[in-house]
């Protein structure tokens, strides 16, 4: 099935500097989620984008879906420790797919 | 609302032996999804129950496989348990109408280590 490339891997940043993934893909995304997991925890879903453009907003978190539909981003203004854990991207292309995973970016944060 | 549960939480095996995990989705979902999570590979799909039938398979060998009762519990089977089997097994439900429509509420996972 289609892949999804996160990236960075790995990011670490001072407690109260901003941080942002990215979520790309070669082909057209018909939806997109986002999901965060805390170290010894299980993924929590965070936000679904299906529109071209769209942009959403949750406290210090701003979402992003591609014009393109190819590519989202997660940012978050002023990290908190509260923050620290990894975040996925998913999308589902119906059929016989299921939901696919990126690899995640983890975001360490130190204070 | 009660969240998804996992039993086991944990769990022990040797090579060759089979194990079975159990999945209790939210009251109402009837959509359960497992998916099997390791450092190396990330979170991968193994496959989706609804309505006591399979509708998508992730792309795992015949070894795993699963159920669904009616009343929406899940359980998955591994057999012929391998040491790269050993991972956290993910279960997860959610709502098949209305929005946000891919919305998954995960359970805390069955961490499975074969020796």
């Known amino acids: 099935g289609q892949q999804v490339m996160q990236i960075p891997q790995y990011q670490h940043v001072q407690e109260g500097e901003d941080f942002t993934t990215y979520c790309n893909s070669s082909?057209?995304?018909?939806?997109i989620q986002w999901y965060k997991q805390r170290p010894g925890g299980h993924p929590v879903f965070l936000i679904q984008l299906v529109k071209s453009g769209e942009v959403k907003k949750q406290k210090r978190l701003t979402f992003q879906f591609g014009e393109a539909k190819k590519n989202s981003s997660l940012h978050i203004t002023a990290t908190q420790t509260t923050d620290v854990g990894t975040y996925f991207c998913t999308y589902s292309g119906g059929g016989a797919d299921g939901l696919t995973f990126g690899k995640g970016t983890h975001l360490i944060i130190q204070p | 609302k009660a969240g998804v549960t996992q039993t086991p939480r944990y769990l022990i095996k040797t090579r060759g032996q089979q194990v079975t995990l159990s999945c209790s989705p939210i009251?109402?979902?009837?959509?359960v999804s497992w998916y099997q999570q390791t450092p190396g590979q990330g979170l991968q799909f193994l496959f989706e129950?609804?309505?006591?039938?399979?509708?998508n398979k992730g792309n795992f060998p015949g070894r795993f496989s699963g159920r669904q009762f009616s009343n929406s519990r899940s359980e998955m089977n591994v057999s012929t348990l391998e040491l790269g089997d050993s991972a956290l097994y993910l279960c997860?439900?959610?709502?098949?109408?209305?929005?946000?429509?891919?919305?998954?509420?995960f359970g805390p996972g069955t961490r499975l280590t074969v020796t």
């Open positions: 082909t057209t995304l018909s939806n």
């Open positions: 009251s109402g979902h009837r959509s």
């Open positions: 997860a439900s959610r709502r098949t109408s209305g929005s946000p429509a891919y919305e998954q509420y």
């Open positions: 129950y609804f309505s006591e039938t399979q509708r």
